[in-house]
């Protein structure tokens, strides 16, 4: 949910169109706002958030991705 939100927000602030970015990801135009509006996917593929992300010029943890893990020490 938190990364549905995010994502509208920072392509608003970055002036970018869901149906554009949609596109450079080599999807169809509704693609992103399927996501956004009926959940659908669930999660955006890893390979296609990072493209996104570097789209948007964002970092990926925006957009839905995990925090690497790391051994508590």
């Known amino acids: 949910m938190i990364a549905r939100a995010n ?3 920072i392509a608003t602030e ?3 169109s ?4 949609s ?5 169809n135009q509704a693609y992103l ?3 956004v509006t ?5 999660r955006l593929p890893e390979e ?3 493209h996104l992300a570097m789209a948007l010029n964002v970092d990926e943890r925006l957009l839905g991705a ?3 893990w790391s051994p508590h020490l």
């Open 7 to 9: 994502l509208i927000r």
């Open 14 to 16: 970055k002036g970018a």
């Open 18 to 21: 869901l149906s554009d970015l």
């Open 23 to 27: 596109r450079k990801l080599g999807r």
């Open 33 to 35: 706002s399927q996501y």
């Open 38 to 42: 009926r959940g659908s996917p669930r």
């Open 48 to 50: 296609e958030r990072l």
């Open 66 to 68: 995990r925090d690497p």
